[in-house]
């Protein structure tokens, strides 16, 4: 239940506002001074002032600017049976939520009071999600105690109240757009958007789309106008994942929005200014996609202001007893069970593997293993089967009655092809580069062997 505290010096509208504001579901509470009313706001968890403007000894223009002083995000409605123009700008351009005239009719009341005190409820809806948000991504959340991890930790805190480019690199599952959250909401943009796309997902017409916008009729389906990702992250924080995507003539573009944050929407002619904040990452090697011709030199010299390069899971084993207990906490308490552990067999396990999935495909087999296992600890048997590795492909020729070498070569390339799309979730360019084969040999195999 919203409370409002209702302020005038003529007690018949304490009473008759108290009254109808009661009966539309509120709490309400009165003062019949401004004084008074003060110490109510300091002392009580309010949603709406509605106060008078003529009073005394302090009027309703000085109680509004000490209200605003104290919170300024406490939206305050203004009633004045004196109303003129100059008094209801005084009071917006002081912060008034609205200003209304007396004597007034219970619907306009209820409309303004309806608005104000939802406006106020969205206000603190986000907040309070801001402040998970920065929880969730405070840098003691983020697990890691290796040395490689430590130093990520570093540079994070020293870039984090910059505006600086950041380039974050690793393979993929490493956690880059984790890093990229930690290091927005730990910015002073933490209260600003945080706006994510992936470049690998769009072609490149539709990418220029979504990270620029366009104008109603600029191409074929744009039938209406539609603001980009830049629009959408001014004043907070751009991340353009696999930025090793992006395609030759779209690079252009972005080099030129990166140097000047000014840019046009697709099809439109009005220049827009933005003040994002970039981050960018990749599972590739910017500086071979260079050499090779692929990427711009000028656009990679103007992402890598800052990198940061996230280590494989393989080559920091050490955190992977933190991160088991990480997410066996994280997921048994999600999944309403008690506190889990793991096994010292599992433990010996999840140390030795080399994880090509890195860190998220540790996550899913930790969260798979806590929602199969039987009592309170992960045991061997809990792990996903595809982890286990040559013993599990499953060969379906005995061999001690083997068939011929081709035969039994096409059996060994299907179960290694069946276990490379099982770790790579059917992502085939992962697959392809588990199996260290081009993707178009890949498709080949797929064919041959009846997989697709």
Not at 376 to 398: A, C, V
Request: aromatic share 6%; glycine share 6%; proline share 4%.
């Amino acid at each position: 239940m919203e409370t409002i505290l209702i302020v005038d010096d003529e007690r018949n509208y304490l009473v008759v506002l108290g009254a109808f504001l009661s009966e539309l579901g509120y709490e309400t509470i009165t003062a019949d001074n401004a004084p008074d009313a003060l110490e109510i706001v300091e002392s009580t968890d309010l949603d709406l002032v509605l106060t008078d403007m003529k009073m005394s000894p302090m009027n309703g223009i000085e109680l509004l600017r000490r209200i605003k002083e104290k919170n300024p995000d406490l939206p305050v409605v203004m009633m004045t049976a004196y109303g003129t123009v100059e008094k209801a700008v005084e009071a917006m351009q002081l912060g008034a939520f609205n200003f209304i005239l007396k004597p007034f009719e219970n619907e306009a009341l209820r409309q303004v009071v309806e608005k104000a005190v939802g406006a106020y409820r969205l206000l603190k809806e986000n907040r309070r999600l801001v402040d998970a948000l920065e929880n969730l991504y405070r840098f003691d959340n983020i697990v890691g105690k290796s040395k490689s991890m430590q130093a990520v930790f570093d540079v994070i805190r020293k870039v984090a109240h910059t505006k600086a480019t950041v380039l974050i690199t690793g393979e993929s599952g490493t956690g880059k757009e984790l890093i990229a959250r930690a290091i927005h909401f730990n910015s002073p943009r933490r209260n600003k958007p945080f706006v994510a796309v992936s470049c690998a997902a769009l072609s490149e017409t539709l990418l220029e789309s979504e990270l620029f916008g366009h104008e109603k009729g600029a191409f074929t389906g744009a039938i209406a106008m539609k603001k980009g990702r830049f629009e959408l992250a001014d004043g907070g924080t751009l991340f353009l994942d696999e930025i090793g995507e992006v395609p030759a003539a779209l690079q252009v573009k972005l080099l030129r929005v990166l140097e000047d944050m000014r840019f046009e929407r697709v099809g439109g002619m009005r220049t827009i200014d933005v003040d994002v904040r970039l981050l960018a990452a990749t599972n590739k090697d910017l500086k071979a996609e260079v050499e090779a011709g692929r990427f711009r030199k000028d656009l990679y010299f103007r992402l890598n202001v800052v990198h940061i390069h996230l280590p494989p899971l393989r080559e920091r084993t050490e955190d992977v007893p933190l991160l088991a207990a990480h997410f066996a906490k994280k997921y048994a308490r999600e999944a309403q069970r008690g506190e889990m552990t793991v096994s010292a067999e599992a433990m010996r396990f999840l140390c030795n593997h080399r994880w090509p999935g890195n860190v998220r495909e540790f996550e899913h087999a930790i969260e798979r293993a806590v929602l199969l296992s039987q009592g309170d600890q992960i045991r061997l048997d809990d792990l996903p089967k595809n982890l286990m590795g040559f013993s599990d492909l499953e060969l379906p020729l005995e061999w001690d009655r083997l068939g011929s070498l081709p035969e039994t070569l096409d059996a060994i390339e299907k179960r290694l092809i069946q276990k490379a799309l099982a770790l790579s979730n059917n992502v085939q360019s992962q697959a392809a580069k588990l199996l260290g084969i081009p993707r178009n040999n890949l498709h080949y195999r797929l064919k041959k062997h009846n997989l697709v």
